[in-house]
């Protein structure tokens, strides 16, 4: 769809290896002096090489940190175990007994809203039969006005 650039051929380039030139290193002197700590314990040796460009990079290698020995811990005495154990479990069964009396109470005002519920329900449907206009359908209305009575019993 597009027409493709074009592109110069490509160009060899000669390719210059430069080998860096090491410095020797200064001497040094060792003189006697006074027990200061230092780190690290020794002097390392410096090594400066000159690079192509004619900069100068001086450094030294240096050994990874050893870690510092572990010291010992000094030992807890079983008093202070008990005692911290103790306190744990203390709290343990003081949090669990607030949380069972949570939860009873919330228990409690469940049951109470079901019960309330449940005779809400109920006192409706009774109202409901009570009130209602509709005709009896499958009951018997007696008028007692127009009954005789017999022997105990109604007739019509």
Known sequence: MYPEPSRPAPVER???VH????VQPALVVHQAAPMVPMQP???PTVASIVLPDGR???GYAMSPAQP???VAKPPVSRAAVNVALGGVGFLAVCGGLLLLTTFITALTALIT???????????GWIAVQVFSTRGHGGGTTVNIRKA???RNRFYQ
Not at 19 to 22: A, E, F, G, L, M
Not at 116 to 121: D, F, P, R, S, Y
């Open 14 to 16: 000669a390719v210059e």
């Open 19 to 22: 080998q860096p030139t090491p």
């Open 41 to 43: 314990g020794h002097i």
């Open 56 to 58: 100068v990079v001086t």
């Open 68 to 70: 510092e020995p572990l």
């Open 113 to 123: 809203q079901l019960i309330t519920l449940a005779a809400v329900i109920f006192g």
């Open 148 to 150: 005789v009575i017999k």
